[in-house]
């Protein structure tokens, strides 16, 4: 599961005969040795072919424009095929979003330090200021814009400023309470994770653990998934469970539930930056 | 967990000091000796009290009215308990539904046939002829009701009283594809439990399977709960679930989901005999 | 997950550059649309590489000797590849065995009749009579081999020549109580998978529910593994398992785990008739 | 589950009719609101009782010993009872112990701080320095105390001391990769909770990753338990479990491990700070 020093070639195209046989083909001319690779047909028959292939290639940083003009030109165009390589000097550039509570954006701050999330935070920033003890002495960049009621617009132009200027290439939504507008999300033009507390599509929109209490549900959870227009019907990543009972005051269901959020959050982020996760229309793959 | 023998008293009334005092005091001058006791508060203040003791008392089923009599007096009364003693030979006449699935309906056979239900099984209803050769073969009577388009409510009229003539004090629907109108439910007058194949609240009506992998969800559910009214909305008593991923067709994941249901509904039976399950409002204990 | 009329190939060889070009080089030229391919290699120097194709191929099974012949002189043989097609006509012959309790065998047994596990069941032996009555029901033929304490040999040999005369290609102990010699396995020569009830290498050997009561562990479990001649040693193919506690006795152990056993039996069966688990020394790769 | 400002009562007797009858009584005539309570009996006939009652008392604390002679005399003894009260104003002192890795120390540190865990941390120790500087910055005292092969026996005569001097009613070992001696264990007489990182009693001892790689498990996990002079014997307190597969290397079952690890160490300490845990024999009743 570990590829430290791989490359990896992202391919979507029509599924037919011979893509395999293609890319492979290719790697192996190029002298490159393939370490892991998985594949997904989305249907027998008329579907969509996904492909990962990480592959040890030395040099290949050197030589990149030649190994991307190549695999262009004969392997992507005449199969039709949407792809990326990354290579591994590629490091994500990610920013973290959180309001008042802590648990996620600390775990994966922590998880960046321990070296098990390997990318680089170029940037903190919340609408409030509670967090920014915490942040500051890990020596993070901790940027406070507040969301008046009446300033989002504002609020969101300083934010795409920010993201802009910190050449952020991911945003994670470490619990950002507030709606990120489609206008924004469009002009973003980046990838968005956010962390809903509960197991979607249970319990969308606003206070899923009062509801769940309400409900009476036996079993709660966490959904990381990427962020679109529509609240909370984004794309699904990774889901997890905690089992709680009759016993759960919802102040207990919030504690179960911080240990399901911070743990499905940093497994979404980091098949993110394993470029393990394609979406496929309100799908993803997750290799 | 297993208390074969042993006589439960189910208790719920406004809570207040003094409860268990009441209760455990009579019990010990009745000379019985508790081996289980739950109880649970709904709030701090002015919640309900739920209590469930598990207790030996030999010769209780000689001296039932007596002991009845004496509990109502000086405990239930003064504290305005809601209460009901099970005794060691009150069994359980168990009726179960189903349609054209097999998988929950012969799981709980199967259990009935171990010993590990400890309920009669007095008949196997269905609108589907399907499984009859199944159950036959178990020596298992089953009845045949179908429930053609225009005739619900002959046919609710007639599981009605085949239900009220076999004496069934608990209906299980093991997977069984119509809804029941609420005038039967209210006739039946008996706890009716239904296994919903989503994790409810997602998925509640129709399809779930295939609304779940439209979703894209990374985990599937069932969902144990009483019948109510309103559809796939009474008190849930017990949920589990089942991780899957974007290789899942439909198909598969009914094949797995078929797992989780008959596992989910079992426990719900199993808790439910017991006398674990008290439902509070929309929700359940189970102790 | 599902490949109805697809072929399988498994592939085992030391791992170099080339080998997925290889294959599915061969597989486009000989007009196979590729499903699905998972590959592994254990070790990314000097490591071991696995691969699983499955790939439609129509009329492959009437030219099945040209492709073999065609795929190991092109391929196998220039690569030093242990490999194996499965056409979509072969079935697997699976013989249970079982003792005294029924809850694995019959849920195989159920699993059999509603299509789910592609096999044919060619006989069930057991050295008890206890489920005699329950199998003979499902129509399907019951050997009873008594296996008397200075009569092992003679038993394994009985069993030996059953096996052989049914031409089983699978056994697969369901809750079988006894220890199959060296000598047998040998002679059998063909895959044994056994559930052990026992979340391995926790608790190998007798009585594993009363020592996991005595160790008071909160979590028990079963293990699937294929069968070697050391006692619960073999490669673990599935393993899962369920929360306890100390209200737990030994029989709600066992209650409990009767659960997992037949699930973690019946994934491990499903998943080696789907040819997706390959040796790897002491482990395995499940695809 | 929560119950601040609730006095609680622990109780461990031989089994025998009227000990509910007994203590509610009691509580009753002092004027208390029971607010959970739970008990358990090892074994139906000759067993021991276990008792835990949370109740509401104002001003339990101002006439703690009125009720603890009075208890003490009317029901503790009559009944030959081992108890403990808990007052809400008895706060917890806890001691922290780590070697190099700091996922369980910062994890616990960060529940302190967040109020999750009711319970002042009085010291952390360690017998390297990798960790200082992460502790420091929190405001937390860091105590290095150097284990030298030849030195085992002065470096626990320090810690022992330094135990004392901080009047620690509890050690925490959170990934503390020393054996502690019988000895010491016997010297400081306080419970010590350690985290395993696997599933006892499985791969007790060293390097069990490495061990559970070798093995090819297809679940890891991570076990609390309270520490005995026996190696990793001692009575659980709670297990976890994660799902891995033949593509994890040791280094991801140790990323995998580390979640398990902390949840089910700050799930252990939570519950013993709750008073939940009460020890019988080489086992634990977790209320």
């Given at each position: 599961?570990?590829?430290?020093?791989?490359?990896?070639?992202?391919?979507?195209?029509?599924?037919?005969?011979?893509?395999?046989?293609?890319?492979?083909?290719?790697l192996?001319?190029?002298?490159?040795n393939?370490?892991?690779?998985?594949?997904?047909?989305?249907?027998?028959?008329?579907?969509?072919?996904?492909?990962?292939?990480?592959?040890?290639l030395?040099?290949?940083?050197?030589?990149?424009?030649?190994?991307?003009?190549?695999?262009?030109?004969?392997v992507?165009?005449?199969?039709?095929?949407?792809?990326r390589?990354?290579?591994?000097?590629?490091?994500?550039?990610?920013?973290?979003?959180?309001?008042?509570?802590?648990?996620?954006?600390l775990?994966?701050?922590?998880r960046?330090?321990?070296?098990?999330?390997?990318?680089?935070?170029?940037?903190?920033?919340?609408?409030?200021?509670?967090?920014?003890?915490?942040?500051?002495?890990?020596?993070?960049?901790?940027?406070h814009?507040?969301?008046?009621?009446?300033?989002?617009?504002?609020?969101?132009?300083?934010?795409?400023?920010?993201?802009?200027?910190?050449?952020?290439?991911?945003?994670?939504?470490?619990?950002?309470?507030?709606?990120?507008?489609?206008?924004?999300?469009?002009?973003?033009?980046?990838?968005v994770?956010?962390?809903?507390?509960?197991?979607?599509?249970?319990?969308?929109g606003?206070?899923?653990?009062?509801?769940?209490?309400?409900?009476?549900?036996?079993?709660i959870?966490?959904?990381?998934?990427?962020?679109?227009?529509?609240?909370?019907?984004?794309?699904?990543?990774?889901?997890?469970?905690?089992?709680?009972?009759?016993?759960?005051?919802?102040?207990?269901?919030?504690?179960?539930?911080?240990?399901?959020?911070?743990?499905?959050?940093?497994?979404?982020?980091?098949?993110?930056?394993?470029?393990?996760?394609?979406?496929?229309?309100?799908?993803?793959?997750?290799?």
């Amino acid at each position: 599961m570990q590829d430290d020093h791989t490359a990896r070639l992202l391919v979507r195209c029509p599924d037919r005969p011979g893509l395999v046989a293609a890319v492979s083909g290719f790697l192996f001319r190029a002298g490159a040795n393939i370490v892991e690779s998985q594949q997904h047909s989305s249907d027998p028959v008329g579907g969509t072919f996904f492909l990962r292939t990480a592959f040890h290639l030395p040099g290949i940083g050197a030589d990149r424009d030649a190994f991307e003009r190549g695999f262009a030109h004969e392997v992507a165009e005449p199969h039709g095929m949407t792809w990326r390589l990354r290579c591994p000097e590629d490091r994500t550039r990610m920013a973290l979003l959180a309001s008042r509570e802590g648990h996620c954006l600390l775990d994966l701050l922590w998880r960046r330090r321990t070296g098990e999330l390997d990318a680089d935070v170029v940037a903190v920033v919340s609408n409030h200021r509670d967090l920014e003890g915490e942040v500051d002495v890990l020596g993070v960049p901790y940027h406070h814009i507040p969301v008046p009621r009446d300033g989002k617009a504002d609020a969101e132009r300083q934010l795409l400023e920010l993201l802009r200027a910190h050449r952020a290439d991911l945003v994670v939504l470490a619990r950002y309470m507030q709606i990120l507008s489609g206008a924004f999300l469009e002009a973003l033009d980046r990838p968005v994770i956010n962390i809903h507390h509960s197991f979607l599509p249970a319990f969308a929109g606003a206070q899923p653990y009062a509801r769940a209490h309400d409900r009476g549900v036996k079993i709660i959870g966490a959904t990381a998934h990427y962020v679109t227009e529509e609240l909370d019907a984004g794309p699904i990543i990774e889901q997890d469970v905690a089992r709680v009972d009759h016993t759960h005051a919802i102040g207990d269901l919030e504690r179960v539930g911080r240990d399901v959020e911070r743990v499905v959050l940093a497994r979404a982020v980091l098949r993110h930056l394993d470029d393990r996760v394609i979406v496929d229309g309100s799908r993803t793959v997750v290799f």
